[in-house]
């Protein structure tokens, strides 16, 4: 059920907890954890699948847009502007050297969502104004993304800084090696919405760990 830009914009402002997963091939298990891991309290789930062809992607969407929209949630795409419109996604995910987001804007048009990551504090300062939100980090090292250094809590608090002198007013998370453990850590650097990969897609019990990030999310917000 594809939502307008505005709808879309307002679950993105009150998203918390946003959780990043492949399709769980060697798990043959991807329904059923959408269903736990939303059901929990992932506000965002995003289909990142880097080497995954077109055709795969629209499949395996079909199960991520259902789900999404069973429990009111947001679904996106990686790197893909064209596959993510073709899928009724809610909106696609871009790195530093995928289409820069204005070329994407051009593709999905004014109502999908288009989030940027940023690594350093130069890119999150001029990140491109066609993004509706960015990420930030990785904060800690993280296999998801090898050869790709983690950037601490610096970039945390820098973005942080900029959102407090109202420099930044779009949603941004942070990522990169974030768990339940050191989730406070992340959050006492300055941020307030949080993405996740293996925190919950490694997790024994996925609904579990979703429930608990999904708390300490929401109440590390209600702190700020």
């Known amino acids: ?90 909106g696609v995910h871009l790195g530093q050297n995928d289409l820069p987001p204005a070329i994407a804007r051009a593709i999905v048009g004014p109502s999908l969502l288009i989030g940027l990551s940023t690594h350093t504090q130069r890119e999150f300062d001029a990140a491109a104004a066609e993004a509706d939100y960015l990420c930030a980090g990785p904060v800690y090292a993280t296999p998801t993304k090898p050869g790709r250094a983690a950037v601490g809590t610096e970039l945390i608090a820098a973005a942080a800084r900029r959102e407090s002198q109202g420099q ?15 989730l406070a850590g992340v959050h006492h650097a300055g941020a307030r919405r949080f993405a996740v990969v293996r925190a ?16 300490l999310a929401r109440e590390q917000f209600g702190a700020c």
Do not use: C
Not at 3 to 20: F, I, K, N
Not at 50 to 58: Q, S
């Open 1 to 90: 059920m594809a939502d307008s830009g505005t709808t879309r914009r307002s679950r993105l402002e009150a998203a918390r907890l946003y959780l990043v997963t492949g399709a769980r091939r060697d798990r043959g298990d991807l329904d059923a954890f959408l269903d736990a891991v939303l059901g929990a309290g992932v506000d965002i789930v995003q289909l990142r699948e880097k080497d995954a062809e077109a055709g795969d992607l629209l499949r395996w969407s079909a199960a991520f847009r259902a789900a999404a929209d069973r429990h009111s949630a947001l679904f996106v795409i990686n790197d893909r502007p064209d596959v993510a419109l073709a899928a009724g996604a809610d």
């Open 200 to 215: 919950i897609g490694d997790a024994p019990d996925a609904a579990a760990a979703a429930s608990r990030l999904s708390r």
């Open 168 to 182: 930044e007013r779009r949603p941004w998370f942070a990522i990169g090696g974030i768990d339940a453990e050191n």
